[in-house]
């Protein structure tokens, strides 16, 4: 996860946050915009979800494999390692609005 030479056009400004999983990480910017590098399968590949994630995330939480993003209004968007949560398409209903807090 230390290369972040792909996206470095787009952490030169507005950076507000970084959060880490064990070997990726992720950015939000001004505007909840998000940008991920590092391990793809650990959550340094979001471009499943790069459309949920250009705008209105609010607070990043993580595990050693997966990210989950929680967007104003409380959708959460999840993405990393299948097994670890990255893949919340079960629940998805039930992360669709109102969560404001996730623990790991």
């Known amino acids: 996860g230390g290369d972040s030479s792909a996206v470095a056009?787009?952490?030169?400004?507005?950076?507000?946050?970084?959060?880490?999983?064990?070997?990726?990480?992720?950015?939000?910017?001004?505007?909840?915009?998000?940008?991920?590098?590092?391990?793809?399968?650990?959550?340094?590949?979001?471009?499943?979800?790069?459309?949920?994630?250009?705008?209105?995330?609010?607070?990043i939480y993580s595990n050693n494999h997966a990210f989950a993003a929680v967007k104003e209004g409380g959708d959460v968007v999840t993405w990393g390692h299948a097994v670890a949560g990255g893949d919340s398409r079960a629940v998805a209903d039930r992360l669709a609005a109102g969560v404001t807090a996730i623990y790991s």
């Open 9 to 59: 056009d787009r952490l030169a400004a507005g950076v507000t946050a970084i959060y880490s999983s064990g070997s990726a990480f992720a950015a939000v910017k001004e505007g909840g915009e998000v940008v991920t590098w590092g391990d793809a399968v650990a959550g340094g590949d979001s471009r499943a979800v790069a459309d949920r994630l250009a705008a209105g995330v609010t607070a």
